[in-house]
């Protein structure tokens, strides 16, 4: 059934973001990239399959009415569950009860990839926001998306997790070139930096082939004031090294050179600033 349903999944810019742990800001950097990407002219969609801890609304300060296990339950049609939101970003929730579907029903299952590929191709890009850890019930996904965003801190046992869940997702079939690896909240860029490097190497030479990108994300102290503001800091500070981070990596979903719409002053400035904040 699984295999059946990774052939409904023919689409195009499906963006996975998953971790080999929680905690990692995961749903936050799927919040603010998808605001980019729409930022950039892109209409975005977020897929919050995060069960038990779909955040996305909290952060995009919204309440969705439905689900897509409402869906599936017919208890609604499926613009129902597309919930609109100030940025221009939809999101839909996937609900409580969505591993029951997998569990117990293979023809649900059938059905949820449906539904999710039938509100997907209206988008340009969606970008799914896993929970932590491979879960082989998700495996179309993984095995039908464009790229697949890792994101780790560089704690040890981070970096420990995310690399056994990005052996998986090769062994799986995943192809590193896909796999883009995103070390966030870090508190030195330089040495953070070398961490990401040497984790490739050795990836590399797991699989004899190089990761699609690494990127930092350095701790600011101005993002934790947007979580607790429920506003996305991309929108409200978005001349802070987190926001050009975000940039860089939807320069590479895009296949496009993006840069943020500054002036080269301000953006040598703002860097300094972010060092020293």
């Given amino acids: 059934m699984l295999n059946q349903a990774s052939n409904l999944i023919n689409l ?3 963006v996975l973001i998953g971790s080999g742990k929680g905690g990692v800001g995961k749903t936050l950097i799927t919040v603010n990239l998808a605001i980019v990407l729409k930022q950039l002219g892109y209409k ?11 955040n996305s609304d909290v952060l995009l300060n919204v309440h969705p009415q439905y689900s897509i296990n409402d869906l599936l339950l017919n208890k609604c049609e499926r613009e129902d ?9 939809d999101l839909v929730s996937v609900g409580s009860d969505i591993e029951s579907i997998f569990n117990f029903n293979p023809e649900n299952t059938k059905n949820f990839y449906i539904k999710f590929a039938q509100i997907a191709k209206d988008y340009d890009f969606t970008l799914i926001d896993l929970p932590p850890g491979y879960n082989n019930n998700y495996a179309p996904f993984f095995n039908s998306a464009t790229h697949t965003i890792t994101i780790t801190t560089t704690h040890p ?27 966030n909240n870090v508190e030195n860029y330089n040495e953070s930096l070398e961490n990401l490097k040497r ?26 004031k947007s979580v607790f503001n429920r506003k996305p800091f991309v929108i409200d500070h978005p001349k802070i090294q987190p926001t050009f981070a975000l940039y860089r990596i939807a320069s590479i979903l895009t ?6 719409k500054e002036n080269i002053l301000d953006k040598i400035l703002s860097f300094f600033r972010s060092e020293h904040e």
Avoid: A
């Fill in 81 to 89: 569950v597309i919930c609109s939101t100030e940025y221009g970003v």
């Fill in 255 to 260: 296949k496009k050179d993006i840069s943020y």
């Fill in 12 to 14: 195009e810019n499906v």
């Fill in 44 to 54: 975005v969609l977020i897929f919050d399959l995060d069960v038990g801890f779909t």
């Fill in 199 to 224: 984790f490739s190497s050795v990836l590399e030479k797991f699989t004899g082939e190089k990761m699609g990108s690494l990127t930092i994300i350095k701790r600011h102290n101005l993002v934790e």
């Fill in 157 to 183: 046992t981070s970096l420990v997790n995310s690399y056994t869940f990005v052996k998986i997702l090769i062994h799986k079939g995943v192809p590193s070139s896909n796999i883009h690896l995103v070390g």
